[in-house]
């Protein structure tokens, strides 16, 4: 006869969760609520974890950050931290760092995409479009398309 599997703890599938990857608390309160409907144990469990170092609101905010650094402008980033819950305090350093680097984050991800500036009103509006769907502001946006290039990179 085959014994059925215990089920993991609580416990135990949220550390499952955070070897994975980085959760901010809120959405990993939102998987927990699938297995346990006692709001307070899965909050004592999140203060638990917190404590312990294993939690991390600002670590969280850093990991999203580094995902879509490469390829989204501050203004998705931010919402994608505020999506998540995130306290104030935990945001700002990081959104501090994204205002120095956009410029060339926006010109690295035009670059990757397109070969030329704009020859006309259309394929500028085309660039511009690609751009703003992915959260660079209008400033950078603009000032990708004139062909400023940032600093380091000639």
């Known amino acids: ?12 599938r949220a550390l499952r969760y955070l070897a994975q990857r980085e959760h901010s608390p809120l959405e990993l309160r939102r998987k927990l609520s699938r297995f346990c409907e006692d709001a307070d144990e899965i909050d ?3 203060t638990s974890l917190e404590q312990a170092g294993l ?8 990991s999203l950050v580094h995902r ?11 919402q994608e931290l505020d999506a998540h819950g995130l306290p104030p305090d935990a945001t700002e350093a ?20 397109f070969q ?15 751009l703003t769907q992915r959260g660079f502001s209008r400033e950078t946006v603009r000032a990708v398309l004139r062909g400023v290039v940032p600093e380091g990179d000639d």
């Open 68 to 78: 879509r650094l490469q390829r989204f402008g501050n203004v998705r980033i931010t």
């Open 1 to 12: 006869m085959i014994m059925p599997r215990a089920q993991p703890s609580l416990r135990a």
């Open 55 to 62: 939690l991390s609101s600002a670590r969280f905010a850093q």
């Open 94 to 113: 990081v959104q501090d760092a994204l205002q120095h680097s956009e410029l060339a984050r926006a010109h690295a991800a035009w670059a990757r995409k």
């Open 44 to 46: 004592a469990l999140l």
């Open 116 to 130: 030329a500036l704009p020859h006309d009103a259309a394929e500028r509006a085309r660039q511009a479009r690609f």
